[in-house]
Every structure is written in C-alpha cells, then in structure tokens.
C-alpha cells in the first residue's frame, strides 16, 4: 500500500497543481501541504475530503487503499484529459498511486455449457417491514442505551495520549457528568470569541478565564492543560500543575463549594490563533477524580 503522503504528492502532480495552489483550494498555507507531502504532518479526517475534492479523487485512492480495478476507474477521467506535462510525464514513469498495466492480458472466464436453471424464489411482502421495524427499534435503543459526549467516565477523561495536532474543537465538548453530591467546575470567559488586542505588532490576546465550582462540593484543581490551535492548522500544548498557578490573591488551587478561580491568560503570536481548549483534572472533597473541558474561541477582530 502506498503511503498517504506520496499518494498526495504524485496525484497533485496529475492534476497539474503546485502545492502553493492546492493550499489555496483547501484553505491551508503551502508549508502544510508539503509537510504532509514530506511526512511530517498528516490532514484529519475532514481536511482528506477536501483534498480528495480537490484533487478529483476519492479519499481511499489518497490513502492508497483501493484495490487496481477501483484506482483505474477512479482515475479514469484525468488520464483520459490528458492534464498538463507533468502529470504526462509522471503518468509515463508510472505513479505509486495507479497500478501498471498487466503485461499479460485477464483470461476470459469459461462459459458454461448451458445456463443452469434455478427456482425461484420469492421474498414475502412483509418481510422489509419486518426489518425496517428491528432497525427502528436498535436505534431507538442505542439512543437511550449509549452514553452521550458529555457523560463519559472519568476514568476514560485522562489526558489524551495523542499528539496535540490530532485534536480538533470538538473534543472539548465531553467532560465529567454532573452528579448531585460530586463536584462540577464550569469554565467561562465574558466574551466568547475573544477578541484580539488592538496592536502593530504580533497577534495578541489577553482575557480572564474563570473556574466556578457549581455542584455544592469543593474542587481541586491538580492541572490545567492548554491547547493552541493556530490557523495554520497544527496545535501547541501546555501543561501546568494546579499548585503552581498564581491564583490571584489565593494561596492554593481548592475551589470551595459556590466559589471561583481566576486564570488570566495572555498569549502573543506571529500568526492568529483559533482558540484555546482548556481541560481541567480535579478532585473533589469525596475523593472523586473528575475532568473538565471546554473550547474557547478566539476572532480576529479587535475590542478593547
């Protein structure tokens, strides 16, 4: 099987682009695609539709996953357009991502004798009623039966063991689920998307982040995990231990029962910044081990 980045590299060659170009059709910068065209980076799931789109492909035929019938059919049309010099060229030295023509034709299957006559066989009317009405009801299991996103265990809320820049946003959206008797921290800012501090220089924000405990049961925090998503689509992490965050005007990182924690948070950059996830590991006044996250967008249009 051919690797994701040479698939990409040889079939924008076919279609005749420069990686400057695709970028611009994916909305990404030109040192992304050639990370991954190096394989040093590799797109997410939704970023290898839009390369697929753009590169007149499907998104197995990218990964080198199709079988040869599969990867002749789905390159069909631009062989047969002849695209530009380069793509004539790599279609002559052979590209990694189509199979090479047998050099010995298939062998026609044998016809039979004679067609063999088969019974009949007729399904009864309300059979795909019947289906239709078990599909129904699994789904309508699964739904109640299936933990949602943000009921998920705390012991499966560690910290990711991924890299960073596999993350998106919507991770953020699980946290510890909220328990009668059990501590339950909500993060919040006053103004989401943040906006971005009117300066001449990098790219600036600086906002307040607050940490209220809202479940009756003092909170502490033992670490506060940041993520920066930059526009260029990789992502940054940092890690700080609860006891060692200035708290402002607080000597420890325990949130009594009803109470808040003040995180201020200022980060300069010389490209713009999506947003910052946050994710809180605590525990409680029972002993509870909990998680909590949550996205916090930036803009890019100024305020005071």
């Known amino acids: 099987m051919t690797s994701l980045n040479e698939c990409l590299r040889q079939l924008r060659k076919q279609q005749g682009l420069t990686q400057e170009q695709l970028a611009q059709q994916v909305n990404v910068s030109r040192q992304t695609v050639s990370h991954w065209e190096n394989g040093r980076a590799s797109p997410d799931y939704a970023m290898l539709h839009l390369l697929a789109e753009a590169l007149d492909t499907s998104v197995t035929a990218l990964l080198g996953e199709e079988t040869p019938a ?22 002559a030295q052979g590209s990694p991502c189509e199979p090479q023509p047998s050099a010995e034709p298939w ?35 699964a739904a109640f039966w299936l ?5 998920i265990p ?24 909220r328990v009668e008797g059990q501590g339950w921290v909500d993060i919040v800012v006053y103004q989401s998307p943040v906006p971005r501090k009117e300066t001449t220089g990098p790219y600036q924000w600086a906002h307040s982040v607050f940490f209220r405990e809202e479940n009756g049961a003092a909170t502490t925090i033992d670490q506060l995990d940041l993520w920066y998503f930059f526009a260029d689509g990789h992502a940054r992490q940092e890690t700080h231990p609860g006891k060692e965050i200035d708290w402002k ?20 950059s010389s490209q713009p910044i999506l947003g910052v996830g946050f994710q809180l590991t605590c525990t409680d006044a029972n002993g509870q081990k909990l998680v909590f996250r949550k996205f916090i967008p930036y803009s890019m249009e100024t305020g005071t």
């Open 154 to 177: 705390a012991d499966q809320l560690s910290a990711p063991k991924a890299p960073a820049s596999t993350l998106t946003p919507a991770w953020f959206d699980s946290s510890s689920p």
């Open 107 to 141: 062998p026609s299957d044998p016809q039979p004798e004679a067609a063999e006559q088969l019974p009949q066989c007729t399904m009864p009317r309300w059979l795909p009623w019947v289906a239709a009405s078990v599909f129904l009801c699994l789904c309508l299991l």
């Open 249 to 268: 005007g607080y000597s420890n990182s325990t949130i009594r029962a009803g109470g808040s924690r003040e995180f201020i948070l200022s980060n300069a």
């Open 147 to 151: 933990p949602s996103p943000r009921s």
């Open 70 to 91: 599969e990867s002749e059919a789905g390159h069909a049309d631009s062989i047969g357009n002849g695209g530009t010099e380069g793509s004539n060229a790599d279609a």
